[in-house]
């Protein structure tokens, strides 16, 4: 769910070709650190590119945004992302608008997240992670306010007490559903079905997940 970093190297003009050739280098270690996993020193690298190096490109900030939220800095990132929501390159603020969709979705805060979306694809109709998200996020909107109701109506009697091995399961396939893993969650709680007959207790919900997984066929 998360974009994907954007390559960024600078024209090499033979005036100043030292210059030129000396943030390039930075570039390609910014880059470097944020595909090692080395967020915290991606951030500082790539806040180097914008203060230092001058660099105000979106798609500098963009990877300096993606650098901030993949070290845990939200707000942070959240801010960078804002900045680039109005920028004149359709697909940045596409990016940029379906990052801020991820994050609120990782609050579950699903309406607003849903709603960045929906923008990410009217700003570039050919994000197709924007697409996925939108339809997965939809999909599970609509098919969990059906079956909270549809669990509100039925008779208790008919569901098996679901045991805490039973319970502990739903609670990580929620876990998985809220950073957007419904896969992982299907399977985790498809293999506790296998070894626990109460877990069939929440079969609307493993039915929902399986809806939510044919998107990815």
Same mark, same amino acid.
């Given at each position: 769910?998360?974009?994907?970093?954007?390559?960024?190297?600078?024209?090499?003009?033979?005036?100043?070709?030292?210059?030129?050739?000396?943030?390039?280098?930075?570039?390609?270690?910014?880059?470097?650190?944020?595909?090692?996993?080395?967020?915290?020193?991606?951030?500082?690298?790539?806040?180097?590119?914008?203060?230092?190096?001058?660099?105000?490109?979106?798609?500098?900030?963009?990877?300096?945004?993606?650098?901030?939220?993949?070290?845990?800095?939200?707000?942070?990132?959240?801010?960078?992302?804002?900045?680039?929501?109005?920028?004149?390159?359709? $697909?940045?603020?596409?990016?940029?608008?379906?990052?801020?969709?991820?994050?609120?979705?990782?609050?579950?805060?699903?309406?607003?997240?849903?709603?960045?979306?929906?923008?990410? %694809? %009217?700003?570039?109709?050919?994000?197709?992670?924007?697409?996925?998200?939108?339809?997965?996020?939809?999909?599970?909107?609509?098919?969990?306010?059906?079956?909270?109701?549809?669990?509100?109506?039925?008779?208790?009697?008919?569901?098996?007490?679901?045991?805490?091995?039973?319970?502990?399961?739903?609670?990580?396939?929620?876990?998985?559903?809220?950073?957007?893993?419904?896969?992982?969650?299907?399977?985790?709680?498809?293999?506790?079905?296998?070894?626990?007959?109460?877990?069939?207790?929440? $079969?609307?919900?493993?039915?929902?997940?399986?809806?939510?997984?044919?998107?990815?066929?």
């Amino acid at each position: 769910m998360v974009s994907r970093y954007l390559l960024w190297i600078l024209l090499l003009l033979p005036s100043d070709w030292k210059n030129i050739a000396i943030t390039n280098e930075a570039i390609a270690t910014a880059e470097r650190s944020f595909k090692e996993a080395d967020y915290e020193n991606s951030v500082r690298q790539h806040l180097a590119l914008v203060d230092e190096h001058g660099l105000t490109q979106p798609e500098i900030k963009f990877n300096l945004a993606l650098s901030y939220q993949s070290n845990g800095q939200e707000e942070d990132a959240k801010k960078t992302y804002e900045s680039l929501l109005s920028s004149e390159k359709a $697909q940045i603020s596409s990016y940029a608008s379906n990052q801020q969709g991820v994050m609120l979705g990782n609050e579950k805060k699903y309406k607003e997240a849903l709603a960045f979306f929906k923008t990410s %694809l %009217l700003k570039d109709p050919t994000n197709e992670k924007a697409r996925y998200n939108y339809e997965l996020l939809s999909r599970w909107l609509d098919g969990n306010e059906e079956n909270q109701e549809n669990e509100e109506n039925q008779d208790q009697e008919d569901k098996p007490e679901p045991s805490n091995y039973a319970k502990r399961m739903k609670a990580q396939a929620d876990d998985l559903v809220d950073r957007f893993q419904f896969d992982e969650a299907l399977n985790t709680m498809n293999r506790a079905l296998e070894i626990d007959e109460t877990v069939a207790s929440y $079969q609307q919900f493993i039915d929902h997940l399986k809806d939510i997984n044919e998107i990815n066929k």
